[in-house]
């Protein structure tokens, strides 16, 4: 029986390659994107965890706090504890290398402690070295990949930035422990100290426990006597935060690519339905000789599902491919900025891959499910009759199922994300699609009425057809109407993105001119000497000073990055909503968004703050827009921060100048002033074509898909188009009898394809916009936590609307020609 | 003298620590002389207490233990516990609590002759209050877990928890120290550049638990204290040294070593001969004199150490038999050195007149400078 079945039906696919091949590479091309986000996404958080891993070692905990460090007292207390067995302290910086773009994390250890906790970690030296060298404070130990990422052997020497000063490191041997991908440089604790200006701050503790010792215990333990700011975690905690940072970034992806998917099961169904419709009389012959109900049903699924495994295996394939091809050229974040550090490669993940499979042969099966049911559900003697595949053709509208959609979609938008995931939002999304579908057959005859009203006769064919047999539209449209809807949501919400990032750099670099010393992570920062330089500089008029450091809230969250810098009570801020405070000597504190929403602030609310290891207390007193920090940042009054921690320090200057300066002139007197290597001098220009030029490469991946996923909508028509032509040879016959020149008849599928394009377009920009709402208001606020100002590309979307019909109706011509060039006597006689 | 491990230190690309211990014990070779150490020179008196704590302006320091012990069944075993100071110069102006110039490095060991082959255990660190340190003014070292100190009874105590044992034990000592060599300088070598100030505390009576295998020991026995510092001890061309250290059963002790050249050859001996009722005999190099009798070839590193020997010490001569063969210390693979350390007994005419420790070092690889 497989054999017949085989026979009877798998080889039906060989007699519509061209379809067959859509369907296919529709399918492919789902499972790729998909697998591919997948892959890159899995090996870098791979790469990552394992340098996670690597710097956690054997510890059983890890003691953390703030970027900027905290008190190396902590280190003494913890060593001597009875369940600590041992402890390593680590100073870890974030080394700026003047000269080069990169930077590199350096970490600065005991190596008689790091020995026993994190042996991975430990340097070694050169053949030739002396013995005591690992101790001196000027040598440095790279990993290999640290050696290969710098071009520095052995003997060769490394700038460092600490501050202004540029300090001069020995390379004098290697970190063996590091894995392959790890670019990481170890040091004296006593030298980095030293040599960062760091004496006295540690950046972390690692702990090993005695044998017998409960983690849970000491971990309760130590969370009630580490001062504020500083928390105890355990080491897989690390590698967490960094998943959870980019999981939202995955997630979407993953989404877009589930989105393709779909396309690729409206195709299946695309070609299947007419498959279905034109093997019409076949079937019900099958079922007369015998062959049974579920043997149909099972055959046309089968052919489904062999559309969906084998676009499934060259997905597989292409995916790994892509995997590789984009590390190689963008990095395992595909731009996105979350896993600096590791250079990840593609390997082969056959989990994911597996998934992939069936997903794809689930694509092939439910697109085949529906033109199956329907086929078997006619009785054979009316299939055996001379079928009109308008019967099947003409679908009714479906108003209800459409509101209901709506509705369903407009409900979905309400629930919180589940486990920082947006999941009802993808649910809207999808709903939004159905009904867009849902809409298509009564939506043609709306939309369609135009051509209705028109005397000419090849539009009142079109018009005639279209209406009397929506199915068509549906049939040939559905493809579209996903692909468009997906291509405009993406084009309204990364526009509206765009803009809002936009608007929020203008008003986040208000000064003339921007001096850092290094990004904020990073060891250079600008002393108070510094900025009086700066200040006694010639044409400059003021300075607004910016400080960064990160907290750790002690709820176990990301940590928040802190922003001190002069607030102008809220003015100098990009404010979304402000109040005045109602009285109270408290300090004040702006919120982000994402802070609001992940510590579950509003305006008044009072939050403490672990600043220089003590707890205070501040009231919120406005929510600021940041696009730059997902995980939530604070910012309070530089003058309170400076009083509080006793740091002055500054990361970032911005700096007036006096009225009629020159920019340049000034930039390069600053320059002179500060010394070149050691600062960055830029213009807000600059930093915002910069800004949007990053902005613009992370959704590089996206736009891609959006024109891959037209395209194949496009085909779709095409297909879709070819096969009705085929079907329809005898009403052609038939017209050409009637006096229509072969030329008209193309003309009139031409127009019949453009109105299926411009109905599945319009029906698609509408739920796209639809969609859009969702993106921006449900699924990015509630992955990333930002709110943005929704913009309309209306340009655009009308052009790529116009060439969308416009190039379907050329592929409704063009895929129809075949069907035309037989004689029309021969069509018409055909079914006769 | 009781500076082992240092021995091979062939070990350029190893791992930073090892060449580091190395370092540390084999008290810097003459190559690396530096005027920023004090010399060692004679006719300095040695106050106490003061004198049995750190020198931390002197290169290297040690205070070393060994001795026997016999828990309440009778069982006889050896030990041996060391902790070590190292000047490094390294990082002396650098502000940073963590600056290396200071290292404490400690070692321990157990011969157990039911096991037939030593157990150790060693840590090493920066010096860093309150974690580790050598104090000075009084003896007190400590590592962790690990310490040595002088109480102000005049007690000697030591806590050390290695991997596979640990003890905790008390010494009284019952004598004033001994000096050894002139007045406690002690030359080393033929120039006497090379030398240390060095004085034996012989004769501790030891009290205390020891914990081997799970099980608590509650121990007696007899012990030796060395305390040597010293600047720059190891003279250029040596390969390495042969040391006892022996309790007499009568009351007095005997402290004798050989510096051995490449060819083990003797460079320079001396010693400290005690005997109740006498004056002490500081033993010039010519009346000291060590043959080996008998070699043990060890399995694990195919090493030939001679175990047994005959000593001339003071006009007397000696037999030295071990409490076992197999005392070799094997720690190439963490501080690349490898040695014979162990518990020996002292024969005289065929009766055993004393109980002690034997190092030798020098006998794997050659000697690296």
């Known amino acids: 029986m497989t054999q017949a079945l085989w026979k009877v039906f798998i080889t039906g696919l060989l007699g519509r390659r061209l379809a067959s091949v859509l369907s296919l590479l529709a399918i492919t091309l789902g499972v790729t994107l998909g697998l591919a986000v997948q892959i890159i996404h899995g090996a870098a958080l791979e790469e990552f965890g394992r340098g996670m891993r690597l710097l956690a070692g054997e510890a059983d905990l890890q003691v953390v706090g703030p970027r900027a460090g905290f008190d190396e007292r902590v280190y003494l207390a913890l060593a001597q504890r009875a369940d600590v067995a041992a402890a390593s302290p680590v100073v870890e910086i974030e080394a700026r290398l003047p000269g080069r773009e990169a930077g590199l994390r350096i970490h600065g250890v005991d190596l008689f402690r790091v020995a026993r906790v994190l042996p991975l970690l430990m340097p070694a030296a050169e053949a030739d070295e002396g013995r005591l060298i690992a101790l001196e404070p000027d040598r440095v130990f790279l990993s290999a990949a640290a050696r290969e990422a710098l071009a520095l052997g052995p003997g060769d020497t490394l700038g460092v930035q600490s501050g202004l000063r540029e300090a001069t490191l020995r390379v004098s041997g290697s970190v063996p422990g590091a894995a392959a991908g790890q670019v990481l440089a170890v040091m004296d604790i006593a030298g980095a100290q030293q040599v960062f200006d760091r004496v006295g701050v540690l950046t972390r503790v690692d702990l090993k426990l005695v044998a017998g010792a409960r983690r849970e215990d000491t971990m309760a333990e130590l969370g009630r006597l580490l001062p504020p700011g500083v928390e105890v975690r355990l080491p897989a905690a690390g590698v967490a935060e960094t998943s959870g940072l980019s999981r939202a970034y995955h997630v979407n992806l993953t989404m877009l690519a589930a989105i393709a998917l779909l396309t690729g099961a409206f195709l299946v169904f695309s070609t299947q339905y007419l498959s279905v419709v034109r093997r019409g009389r076949e079937l019900a012959f099958l079922r007369a000789m015998g062959m049974e109900r579920h043997l149909v049903m099972r055959g046309l699924l089968l052919e489904g599902a062999v559309l969906g495994l084998l676009g499934g295996v060259l997905g597989i394939v292409l995916a790994h491919g892509l995997a590789a091809w984009a590390f190689s050229l963008v990095g395992g974040d595909l731009g996105a900025g979350y896993f600096a550090h590791v250079t990840p490669s593609a390997r082969f993940m056959p989990g994911a891959s597996l998934g992939y499979l069936v997903l794809g042969v689930a694509a092939g099966v439910a697109g085949a499910w529906l033109p199956a049911s329907q086929a078997v559900a006619r009785p054979p003697a009316q299939g055996l009759r001379a079928a009109d595949e308008r019967e099947l053709l003409a679908a009714r509208p479906r108003w209800g199922a459409t509101l209901s959609c709506l509705v369903l979609a407009l409900l979905a938008c309400w629930p919180g994300p589940i486990g920082g995931i947006p999941l009802f939002g993808y649910v809207a999304v999808a709903l939004v699609l159905a009904a867009a579908v849902l809409s298509l057959p009564g939506g043609v005859k709306w939309l369609a009425a135009p051509l209705g009203l028109s005397s000419a006769v090849l539009a009142r064919l079109a018009w005639s057809r279209v209406t009397a047999a929506p199915g068509q539209v549906v049939v040939a449209g559905a493809g579209v109407v996903a692909s468009v809807a997906l291509a405009v949501s993406m084009a309204i919400m990364v526009g509206s993105f765009r803009d809002s990032v936009d608007d929020w750099l203008a008003k986040v670099l208000p000064s003339d001119l921007y001096v850092r010393a290094s990004s904020s992570a990073a060891s250079g920062f600008l002393d108070e000497e510094a900025v009086a330089r700066v200040v006694a500089t010639e044409g400059v008029a003021g300075v607004v000073p910016v400080r960064y450091d990160s907290l750790r809230m002690g709820d176990a969250s990301l940590p928040v990055t802190l922003i001190a810098r002069p607030t102008a009570g809220g003015e100098a801020l990009p404010v979304v909503s402000q109040r005045k405070p109602s009285g109270g000597d408290l300090p004040l504190v702006w919120i982000t968004e994402a802070m609001a929403d992940l510590h579950r602030l509003g305006i008044g609310d009072p939050l403490a703050l672990p600043i220089a290891g003590r707890e205070v207390r501040f009231v919120v007193a406005g929510v600021t827009r940041d696009y730059a920090r997902q995980h939530g940042a604070v910012i309070i009054e530089l003058e309170d921060y400076r009083r509080l921690s006793g740091d002055r320090l500054t990361n970032d200057l911005g700096v007036t100048l006096l009225p009629g300066a020159d920019v340049d002139l000034v930039a390069g007197r600053l320059r002179e002033v500060l010394g070149e290597r050691v600062v960055e001098i830029s213009l807000p220009s600059q930093i915002r074509a910069i800004s949007l030029e990053i902005f613009d490469r992370t959704f590089l991946v996206t736009y891609l898909m959006q024109a891959v996923a037209v395209l194949i909508g496009l085909f779709g028509i095409s297909t879709t188009f070819a096969a009705l032509a085929t079907s329809r040879r005898k009403e052609f016959g038939m017209l050409r009898h009637l006096g229509l020149k072969r030329r008209e008849i193309g003309r009139l599928l031409a127009l019949e394809g453009g109105v299926t394009a411009a109905v599945g377009g319009v029906v698609g920009t509408v739920a796209g916009g639809a969609i859009a709402l969702v993106l921006v208001e449900v699924i990015n606020r509630q992955s990333f936590h930002w709110s943005m100002d929704l913009a309309l590309p209306f340009g655009p979307i009308l052009a790529f609307g116009l060439t969308l019909v416009v190039l379907a109706a050329a592929a409704a011509r063009l895929s129809a020609a075949q069907a035309m060039r037989g004689s029309a006597v021969a069509a018409v006689r055909e079914d006769w | ?369």
């Open chain 2, 1 to 369: 003298m009781g500076v082992s491990r240092l021995s091979i230190r062939g070990l350029g690309r190893a791992v930073v620590v090892s060449a580091l211990l190395c370092l540390v014990l084999i008290g810097l070779p003459a190559v690396l002389a530096d005027d920023r150490y004090p010399p060692v020179v004679p006719g300095k008196a040695l106050v106490f207490p003061y004198d049995t704590g750190a020198h931390p302006d002197y290169r290297t320091e040690w205070w070393y233990i060994t001795g026997w012990l016999r828990d309440a069944e009778g069982v006889e075993r050896g030990f041996q516990v060391t902790f070590f100071r190292v000047r490094t110069l390294l990082g002396e102006d650098n502000p940073s609590r963590f600056a290396p110039s200071q290292l404490i490095f400690a070692h321990a060991a157990v011969a157990d002759p039911a096991r037939g082959r030593l157990l150790h255990g060693e840590r090493v660190a920066r010096a860093l209050d309150p974690l580790a340190g050598a104090a000075v003014g009084r003896t007190r070292a400590w590592l962790d877990d690990w310490s040595l100190e002088l109480d102000e009874a005049g007690h000697y105590l030591t806590e050390v928890h290695a991997e596979d044992f640990a003890f905790s034990l008390r010494f009284d000592p019952p004598t004033d120290p001994v000096l050894n060599g002139d007045e406690g300088w002690s030359q080393k070598a033929p120039d006497p550049a090379n030398a240390s100030y060095y004085y034996s505390r012989p004769q501790l009576a030891v009290s205390g638990t020891l914990e081997l295998g799970g099980k608590a020991h509650t121990v007696s026995g007899h012990a030796w204290l060395d305390h040597e510092w010293s600047s720059e001890i190891l003279p250029e061309g040596a390969s390495g040294w042969d040391w006892i250290g022996v309790n007499l059963h009568d009351g007095g002790s005997l402290m004798a070593f050989q510096m051995r050249d490449h060819e083990h050859e003797s460079m320079y001996n001396a010693g400290t001969l005690v005997t109740p009722g006498r004056s002490l005999q500081v033993l010039r190099p010519n009346e000291v004199r060590f043959e080996p009798r008998r070699g043990w070839v060890s399995p694990r590193s195919g090493i030939r150490y001679p175990v047994a020997w005959s000593v001339e010490a003071g006009g007397r001569r000696f037999e030295i038999e071990p409490l076992m063969d197999d005392q070799e210390l094997d720690s190439r693979a963490s501080t690349g050195a490898i040695y014979w350390e162990g518990a020996i007994r002292l024969l005289e005419d065929g009766f055993e007149v004393g109980q002690g420790y034997l190092e030798m070092t020098g006998y794997g690889e050659r000697l690296r400078m």
